[in-house]
């Protein structure tokens, strides 16, 4: 599993599978000092067996390590790290420590740092910038490097892994440590060997992502003050096994299953006041019955909307309605809930208004819907990266939730028959497009419809409208067309690597890409029973949960986030584009939960139930509350620093956030697991 190997006058540290070595680093810590070339601890001292190793490392710095590690096997050989550096010396010591791994192998690797780093981390065909990894070309003015470091609180589960044709590899650690906030870092230059580690405090290389500060963008090297006379106490993990994309599952499950007792969660209200708050901030905020709209954002302060052009509605920011994803049909869905919980028929009535007219008023000529209206421009297009063209994703989403309505208010004996005919025009538009092998295209021209983008699983959530419409029109064309995408988008699960969901991110992983895989896949296996849909679901489930955070960071107390203790374990990242805290995973709520169910596997009903619980918070019981008004929900948290500062969030209230809050709360109660959730 795990050997030290003599090499000269040193050692070799190596990890061995079937026998061969997998993983090594001869120089396995190396010190950093400001203004001082970097130097390798020497191995000094060695002693122990293969299930606990004791050793000393010495660094000409005068510095001592001192060190433990125990080995267990799990699904994986696994390695557990506890350090003590000391300080012998008469004087302050400023040091950064990095722990330095190389996985086997020339070729090019696959990478994972959960929620910020997947594979290459960025198609060269997207228009968007942020971190790519490249192994033979270094242009960071344009985000491209064969090397970077990050911070660990842009991580849900702070390590890094490697994929490589001889082995799947991670090393792992705290986000806040002694040492100050941890980094993680990943190498591979054309015709090396993967190298990975961690940084003891962190660096971010060759640029930093934040961009809040005056530095714009320059790297960051930060370092850690060690006393004369003083210890501090560090620890990490280091884990291995067989050539494996999903490897990174069971590590995770393991991370979190040790880690989340340490980690406690703490809602503000519970379910039936998240619905009474939420439904009333929609309407109260978002909603404007003289254009029968829901606003997609509004101020938390009216000073900064005073001139916006929305009579008897201060607040609002963005005039502007998505049919789907940012508001539109999930927010409308979630207040029509709420009208009929609560009895409510101010909020019925808004929701079925809101509806009627994306459906009446909303259809683009090719019979796709528009992506959104705005009170400047009528109806158009949205945020795509051309004027003429929608995306699939959006449509999507805006027809799911308009079935769930029909359902709802079938039940309340009431039709629409304007629905049914606008849900026919998309479905019918989906279908004619599809390819051969099942690809339904992520952008299409909004005139003619011809598919004008092909590339990515923009349009995979797509597999669950199509199957809910086959039962609920009685269409087996729907179902067939469902299954030929599935056996298409089945491959960006199986690869590990889902991307081009958001309008706003083109064609970049993201964590709503897992939610739609899930989505999409539940609903074939729970209408077809195939068992393959059913392992689809579960590995889309650990990949989304891959942007879960699993810990909970700490804040200074003079910033928002840490004057109200916010708990940040459950929360996702919304994408390595996006950095930012958000809780959109609530649209697929219900199917962690059946999942659980289906499997018998508690591990995803406490997962989804987290995700709840992070965001009871910061739902704004009273006006002034962190700032807002009464009902407002906010989308964006930052737990790091962004294009906002750590600490900090976004002054808006979202109607998609408040939406899903009340999409996920009435599911909770419809089908009894109120007991799992606080009171």
Not at 168 to 184: I, M, Q, W
Request: glycine share 8%.
């Amino acid at each position: 599993m795990f050997e030290w190997v003599r090499e000269g006058e040193g050692y070799e540290f190596r990890g061995l599978l079937e026998g061969q070595s997998v993983l090594r680093s001869g120089n396995l810590f190396e010190l950093d000092q400001p203004g001082l070339p970097s130097q390798a601890g020497r191995l000094v001292a060695l002693s122990g067996g293969p299930e606990e190793t004791r050793f000393v490392f010495a660094f000409e710095a005068g510095l001592r390590l001192e060190g433990t590690l125990r080995s267990k096997e799990r699904e994986y050989a696994e390695g557990r790290f506890e350090l003590t550096l000391h300080n012998p010396t008469a004087r302050e010591i400023r040091f950064n420590l990095a722990v330095c791994l190389e996985a086997a192998g020339q070729e090019t690797p696959g990478w994972l740092i959960p929620a910020l780093f997947y594979k290459d981390n960025r198609p060269e065909s997207n228009v968007k910038r942020y971190p790519r990894y490249d192994p033979a070309v270094s242009r960071p003015q344009d985000w491209v490097a064969p090397a970077w470091s990050f911070r660990s609180d842009r991580s849900s589960h702070p390590g890094v892994f490697v994929f490589t044709e001889r082995v799947s590899a991670c090393v792992g650690t705290d986000a806040d440590t002694p040492a100050g906030l941890s980094g993680v870092f990943l190498s591979g230059p054309l015709g090396r060997p993967p190298c990975f580690g961690l940084h003891f405090p962190y660096r971010e290389e060759p640029r930093t992502y934040a961009s809040c500060h005056e530095a714009e963008q320059k790297p960051v090297r930060t370092f850690a003050t060690l006393p004369p006379g003083e210890a501090l106490h560090l620890q990490f993990q280091v884990a291995f096994g067989p050539p494996e994309l999903h490897f990174y599952a069971p590590v995770l499950r393991h991370r979190y299953e040790t880690d989340k007792d340490s980690h406690p969660l703490r809602p503000w209200v519970n379910l039936d006041e998240a619905i009474a708050l939420c439904s009333e901030g929609l309407y109260r905020w978002h909603y404007d019955p003289a254009r029968q709209v829901l606003y997609e954002t509004c101020s938390f302060d009216r000073y900064f909307t005073l001139n916006n052009k929305v009579e008897g509605m201060p607040y609002v920011d963005r005039p502007h309605m998505h049919v789907g994803w940012v508001s539109g049909a999930s927010a409308a869905y979630g207040l029509l809930q709420a009208g009929c919980c609560l009895d409510k028929a101010e909020y019925r009535d808004a929701a079925v208004k809101v509806l009627d007219r994306i459906a009446t008023e909303g259809l683009s000529p090719c019979g796709l819907f528009w992506s959104q209206w705005t009170l400047e421009e009528g109806w158009g297009t949205g945020w795509n990266p051309r004027p003429n063209w929608l995306q699939g994703r959006t449509a999507a989403e805006a027809v799911l939730f308009f079935l769930k309505a029909l359902r709802l208010e079938k039940g309340l004996g009431k039709t629409h028959p304007a629905w049914e005919q606008a849900l026919r025009r998309n479905l019918d538009q989906i279908a004619r497009v599809q390819r051969p092998d099942g690809n339904l295209g992520s952008y299409y021209d909004c005139r003619s419809g011809q598919v004008e983008v092909w590339e990515g699983a923009g349009s995979l959530l797509w597999i669950a409208p199509l199957v809910e419409a086959a039962e609920s029109f009685s269409a087996r064309l729907y179902l067939d067309v469902a299954t030929a995408a599935a056996d298409y988008y089945r491959r960006f699960v199986e690869d590990e690597y889902i991307y081009g969901a958001p309008e706003d991110v083109h064609l970049t992983p993201t964590s709503e890409d897992g939610y739609n895989a899930l989505i999409a896949f539940w609903a074939l296996y729970r209408t077809t029973g195939d068992r393959e849909h059913l392992a689809l679901s579960r590995s889309a489930a650990d990949w989304l949960l891959s942007f879960r955070w699993c810990y909970n960071l700490k804040f200074s107390p003079h910033t928002l986030l840490g004057r109200y203790d916010f708990r940040t374990r459950g929360g996702d990242l919304a994408s390595p584009c996006n950095q930012h805290l958000h809780c959109y995973g609530l649209i697929c709520l219900p199917e962690l939960f059946q999942l659980a169910e289906e499997l018998g596997d508690a591990y995803y009903r406490e997962r989804a139930r987290d995700h709840l619980d992070c965001f009871l918070q910061f739902i704004a019981r009273e006006d002034g509350d962190f700032g807002a008004r009464r009902g407002m929900t906010p989308e964006q948290f930052y737990q790091t620093d962004w294009w906002q500062p750590k600490g900090h969030l976004l002054a808006l209230a979202h109607a998609w956030t408040s939406g899903l809050i009340l999409y996920a709360c009435h599911w909770i109660k419809e089908n009894r697991w109120e007991q799992s959730f606080p009171t």
